[in-house]
């Protein structure tokens, strides 16, 4: 069975960290691209960061540059999102996501979905 399943969301106060983890079963994400997501409520899902499936490039939408570090682990079959920094705008549901392409480029669509985590910044 295909599964992503993410981990590691929770309350923490402005300026403290959460790493999020996607770890995947039925498939290895070694040959994926992977991305994290969030949605908060009454906005649209955006894309937060991704890594690509060769040489594991690294992107980051402007918001997080510089705050949030996407990596991953193939021995463990894990892409984490370590957030440090967190301000009260990035309290949202974060997804991962996961596509079978090739590249140093991350995909505009994603086949994989996790559940989702919450991750929540407030005083």
């Known amino acids: 069975q295909v599964q992503l399943v993410e981990s590691g969301g929770g309350s923490v106060q402005p300026g403290g960290s959460l790493r999020l983890s996607c770890v995947a079963s039925g498939f290895s994400l070694s040959s994926y691209a992977v991305g994290w997501f969030r949605q908060s409520p009454g906005k649209e899902r955006e894309g937060v960061s991704c890594i690509s499936s060769y040489n594991d490039v690294t992107y980051y939408r402007a918001s997080v540059r510089g705050r949030f570090t996407i990596s991953r682990d193939n021995a463990k079959n894990t892409v984490y999102l370590q957030m440090n920094s967190l301000k009260p705008e990035d309290t949202a549901v974060y997804y991962c996501?996961?596509?079978?392409?090739?590249?140093?480029?991350?995909?505009?669509?994603?086949?994989?979905w996790g559940q989702g985590t919450q991750v929540t910044v407030s005083s």
């Open positions: 996501a996961a596509e079978n392409v090739y590249g140093e480029t991350c995909p505009p669509n994603y086949n994989e």
